[in-house]
């Protein structure tokens, strides 16, 4: 099937039961035309355009859509994903009013409620049925209704399996391109026009002190290399030479500490020099260095905005 330029499926007509195909971002002047008109084809009188263009997060039906979507063809509907509209704790015993299937014993995460102690993790089902819910806990917030909260599963394989609710699972654009970046987060439910790009991160050559490396995870030291080139992100490693110069190249960042970065390397080997004083540390110009509202994060509405911060040119 042919994919657009995300590389989301190009949806023009769908017959029958198929998922709802969100986000076709291909641009107006390219959509196809639909062919028909030929002789004995009755259905088709004459040929069509279909413009394409991304759901409205300010519609119910195409927040729910973008909710449901998650990623589809991966997506699994999370059968401990339920709305709670109201709450009460005493001291001992918090009450959640959900309709719900939960049984004793489940072990849940409750986020959205307007009262923080009553937003717990991994909290363990004391008691349920079809319309509430009990764990036993020390938060006395009050009563509170008109909630709209979420309680799922801890086992769910997303935040937004099964919800039916307008919220985006935020995913990690670190190290992407800024185009791939961009196609991400709409993707994921973004507004375009709620995506900022931050003016490019200061992406000066980094000083490397020392190398090691045990297996195929390498460790490079530079001062505040930690901060400047965070978990995700892409680097660039330059001018280390023998037997050190098979870690130069390029890639993803797997950990920090305050001066220093690790990645893995696709040979083997154990190094270790010290000493050193080579300028070669820089993150990769045009990738993301940041995003404002980190990946898995919760209860993220489909009107929310989020920043992102490439690397400048390496200077």
Same mark, same amino acid.
């Given at each position: 099937?042919?994919?657009?330029?995300?590389?989301?499926?190009?949806?023009?007509?769908?017959?029958?039961?198929?998922?709802?195909?969100?986000?076709?971002?291909?641009?107006?002047?390219?959509?196809? $035309?639909?062919?028909?008109?030929?002789?004995?084809?009755? +259905?088709?009188?004459?040929?069509?355009?279909?413009?394409?263009?991304?759901?409205?997060?300010?519609?119910?039906?195409?927040?729910?859509?973008?909710?449901?979507?998650?990623?589809?063809?991966?997506?699994?509907?999370?059968?401990?994903?339920?709305?709670?509209?109201?709450? @009460?704790?005493?001291?001992?015993?918090?009450?959640?009013?959900?309709?719900? @299937?939960?049984?004793?014993?489940?072990?849940?995460?409750?986020?959205?409620?307007?009262?923080?102690?009553?937003?717990?993790?991994?909290?363990?089902?004391?008691?349920?049925?079809?319309?509430?819910?009990?764990?036993?806990?020390?938060?006395?917030?009050?009563?509170?209704?008109?909630?709209?909260?979420?309680?799922?599963?801890?086992?769910?394989?997303?935040? &937004?399996?099964?919800?039916?609710?307008?919220?985006?699972?935020?995913?990690?654009?670190?190290?992407?391109?800024?185009?791939?970046?961009?196609?991400?987060?709409?993707?994921?439910?973004?507004?375009?026009?709620?995506?900022?790009?931050?003016? $490019?991160?200061?992406?000066?050559?980094?000083?490397?002190?020392?190398? +090691?490396?045990?297996?195929?995870?390498?460790?490079?030291?530079?001062?505040?290399?930690?901060?400047?080139?965070?978990?995700?992100?892409?680097?660039?490693? &330059?001018?280390?030479?023998?037997?050190?110069?098979?870690?130069?190249?390029?890639?993803?960042?797997? +950990?920090?500490?305050?001066?220093?970065?690790?990645?893995?390397?696709?040979?083997?080997?154990?190094?270790?020099?010290?000493?050193?004083?080579?300028?070669?540390?820089?993150?990769?110009?045009?990738?993301?260095?940041?995003?404002?509202?980190?990946?898995?994060? &919760?209860?993220?509405?489909?009107?929310?905005?989020?920043?992102?911060?490439?690397?400048?040119?390496? @200077?």
């Amino acid at each position: 099937m042919a994919t657009d330029t995300s590389g989301q499926q190009a949806v023009d007509f769908v017959w029958g039961n198929f998922p709802m195909q969100p986000n076709d971002d291909r641009a107006a002047a390219v959509t196809p $035309a639909n062919i028909g008109g030929s002789t004995g084809d009755y +259905a088709w009188a004459a040929t069509t355009r279909v413009a394409a263009d991304r759901l409205d997060a300010a519609l119910d039906n195409h927040a729910n859509a973008e909710a449901g979507w998650s990623g589809f063809p991966a997506f699994t509907a999370g059968t401990g994903n339920y709305i709670i509209t109201a709450v @009460s704790g005493n001291g001992t015993t918090v009450t959640y009013t959900s309709q719900n @299937s939960l049984a004793v014993g489940d072990s849940v995460n409750i986020t959205g409620l307007s009262i923080g102690a009553y937003n717990l993790s991994a909290a363990t089902v004391a008691t349920a049925n079809a319309l509430s819910f009990t764990v036993t806990n020390a938060a006395n917030g009050g009563a509170i209704t008109g909630q709209y909260g979420k309680v799922q599963l801890t086992t769910a394989l997303t935040a &937004a399996d099964g919800a039916g609710i307008g919220y985006i699972n935020v995913p990690s654009v670190l190290g992407d391109t800024l185009a791939v970046a961009l196609d991400e987060l709409k993707d994921a439910g973004y507004e375009a026009a709620n995506i900022t790009t931050a003016a $490019a991160a200061t992406n000066a050559v980094s000083t490397i002190t020392a190398v +090691a490396r045990t297996g195929t995870a390498a460790t490079i030291t530079s001062a505040g290399s930690g901060a400047k080139y965070p978990v995700g992100t892409k680097i660039t490693v &330059a001018s280390l030479v023998a037997p050190n110069d098979v870690l130069n190249g390029t890639y993803t960042v797997t +950990a920090v500490a305050t001066n220093t970065v690790s990645y893995t390397t696709t040979t083997s080997g154990t190094l270790s020099t010290s000493g050193l004083s080579v300028a070669g540390l820089s993150g990769v110009a045009g990738t993301i260095k940041t995003q404002s509202t980190a990946a898995g994060a &919760a209860t993220i509405a489909t009107t929310a905005t989020i920043t992102i911060t490439p690397f400048a040119a390496v @200077s």
